[in-house]
């Protein structure tokens, strides 16, 4: 498994995390969890998703999937691109165009929808 840098600070993060698991096998299934390291909150799981293999193409898997345990009527998604490749290959991973972002409100205009607060790390 592995582990992606924190990105703080963040309502809508974006990671671009690139890895290579050798150890996948034929069958297995992909687990993330989304955490908030910013939280003092025993559990700061925001959420988690399985990506297993039959839902992966010979291609591999590009889209969107919906995080579980994200909390009451909170609609968080999670957005994975898994490629396949030869052992030892270079990566050929090219993040897609950035979406245009709204820009971040100051502070005392901004509104958080209920639950855990932002800054996950997954």
Not at 28 to 38: E, Q, Y
Not at 58 to 72: H, K, N, S, V, Y
Request: with cysteine.
């Amino acid at each position: 498994g592995f582990q992606t840098a924190v990105v703080s600070n963040r309502l809508d993060p974006e990671w671009w995390h690139e890895a290579e698991l050798p150890e996948y096998c034929g069958g297995d299934t992909l687990a993330f969890t989304v955490h908030n390291r910013s939280s003092r909150r025993l559990d700061p799981v925001l959420g988690k998703v399985l990506l297993t293999s039959e839902e992966m193409d010979p291609e591999g898997f590009e889209g969107e999937m919906a995080l579980t345990q994200a909390g009451r009527a909170i609609e968080a998604y999670l957005e994975v691109h898994v490629r396949w490749a030869a052992p030892g290959a270079a990566p050929e991973f090219e993040p897609p165009s950035p979406r245009p972002r709204a820009p971040e409100a100051p502070a005392a205009h901004r509104r958080r929808a209920p639950g855990p607060a932002p800054a996950p790390a997954l």
